[in-house]
């Protein structure tokens, strides 16, 4: 098993830039790709990131590249994504999630996840 607990969210205008953390325990010496998804009241789950252990693999969404940087700390067990340039469609709630292995296509191939941060950019 492995516990995942998110941080840094809170309410940004737009324009500007937060960074979410994810902290793992329990089962943290195997290799596990974590990822970020979000979702807005009335909206589907989006897939926002993903990053392999090694870190050398990323994915983002169409919507966050250029923006966004995903990135992971083995040592502390945690995950960031770093949120620049933030619009008011990002507003959602955001997700960390874990998977033995590699990056998996989509949300339900994560076996492990948060309980979400509220991020909302709004003037």
């Known amino acids: 098993q492995v516990h995942l607990v998110e941080s840094g969210g809170g309410l940004v205008q737009p324009g500007g830039s937060l960074r979410l953390s994810c902290e793992a325990s329990g089962r943290t010496r195997s290799e596990y790709a974590m990822a970020w998804f979000r979702q807005a009241p009335g909206k589907e789950r989006e897939y926002v990131s993903a990053?392999?252990?090694?870190?050398?693999?990323?994915y983002y969404h169409y919507s966050v590249k250029d923006r966004f940087t995903i990135s992971r700390a083995n040592a502390a067990n945690t995950v960031y994504l770093q949120m620049n340039k933030l619009e008011p469609e990002d507003t959602a709630v955001y997700y960390c999630a874990a998977a033995f292995g590699g990056i998996q296509a989509h949300h339900f191939e994560y076996e492990f996840w948060g309980q979400g941060t509220q991020v909302t950019v709004s003037s």
């Open positions: 990053i392999t252990w090694s870190g050398g693999s990323t």
